[in-house]
């Protein structure tokens, strides 16, 4: 069996020492048997472990002092209790110090959200109000845009009646300035016409011409047909004459001459048509006769105008006074086809004496 060490040796006989020394020691009967001189001893000896000093030292106060069990489980329930209790306030304080911080961020951050909260709403209300704005904005510009569309539109319609009425004014004006161009054409223009002609005995047929107008003629051209035939219609009255022509036919030529100019009235001018086959004896004995039909082609008068133009046709018929031939009018517009048709036309032409 092992022998105890010098320090177990110790102890206990510091054990049994300190049995045989009580001293009172207050509230709980407890006697001190330790002296100051043995706890001198005691740190003399260990005097670098302060733990084990300190172990040992409540070691020897608990064999020293003789406390009843029911204190020891009070006291050491105390002093668990207080143990305790001082834990928990310093992790309370130590938790309270390490979340303040985080509380107060936390504050500060809901109350930023707050405020970015009520940011956002006054944003939200502002641009509902811009969007109200901009849509009574965009109504009013509607509106301004339909009137200003409808302004336009009448606008238009104005200007489209104002430009049809300047094209009727200035047609009507057209109209009017053609009209009195026309009125004064028609009122001053030269009016070429013929007269009575008259037979020369010589072999001629002298007809007149004449200008029954305001001004002189330009250039006129004269086309006659002229038909010698016997058996002179008789009478005083007209008689149709064109069955008659290609039964009493004896002979005919045609001419075509120009004359530079037409003067008014009571000037006139006379062309001379040459008869075929002309019997001065048949004639006086009422065995002869002549039919003269053609165009007279003449410029007016009036500049940038189409060229006028009159036919004429005039046949004649015995009778023994004042002389044995006198002429009556024909249609020319009968009468001028046949005249060509008889005579060949445009055979048998002949130079005018005029």
Not at 142 to 149: D, F, H, P, R, V
Request: aromatic share 8%; proline share 6%; with cysteine.
């Amino acid at each position: 069996m092992d022998e105890p060490s010098s320090a177990q040796k110790e102890r206990a006989a510091e054990g049994n020492a300190g049995q045989g020394q009580h001293t009172p020691l207050g509230i709980y009967g407890k006697k001190q048997d330790q002296s100051e001189t043995e706890v001198a001893h005691r740190r003399e000896r260990y005097p670098d472990d302060d733990a084990e000093r300190l172990l040992n030292e409540f070691l020897i106060w608990i064999r020293q002092e003789k406390v009843p069990l029911h204190g020891w489980i009070t006291a050491l329930s105390s002093i668990a209790l207080i143990f305790v209790t001082i834990s928990q306030l310093v992790v309370v304080y130590h938790n309270n110090r390490d979340t303040s911080p985080l509380v107060g961020y936390a504050r500060d951050q809901a109350g930023a959200s707050q405020l970015n909260a009520a940011a956002a709403q006054q944003i939200a209300d502002a641009s509902k109000r811009n969007a109200a704005a901009a849509q009574s904005f965009a109504d009013t510009t509607q509106k301004i845009n339909s009137g200003i569309a409808q302004a336009v539109g009448r606008l238009q319609e104005q200007a489209d009646e104002m430009e049809a009425a300047r094209e009727t004014a200035d047609q009507n004006s057209r109209q009017s300035l053609q009209a009195a161009k026309d009125a004064l054409h028609v009122s001053e223009r030269a009016y070429v016409t013929v007269g009575l002609p008259t037979y020369k005995e010589s072999g001629y047929i002298a007809i007149p011409i004449t200008n029954s107008g305001h001004v002189p003629s330009g250039a006129a051209t004269v086309e006659v047909v002229e038909i010698t035939f016997k058996s002179p219609i008789q009478g005083n009255s007209y008689v149709p004459v064109s069955p008659l022509i290609p039964a009493i036919f004896t002979g005919g030529l045609w001419t075509k001459f120009t004359v530079p100019q037409i003067s008014q009235a009571p000037n006139s001018s006379d062309m001379s048509i040459p008869i075929a086959q002309f019997n001065g004896t048949k004639v006086n004995a009422g065995e002869q006769g002549f039919l003269v039909t053609g165009t007279i082609t003449y410029d007016d008068g009036f500049p940038s105008v189409p060229l006028q133009s009159m036919q004429f046709c005039l046949h004649t018929y015995f009778v023994t006074f004042p002389t044995p031939l006198m002429f009556m009018p024909c249609d020319p517009a009968e009468m001028i086809p046949i005249a060509k048709r008889t005579i060949n036309y445009p055979s048998n032409y002949i130079e005018s004496a005029r």
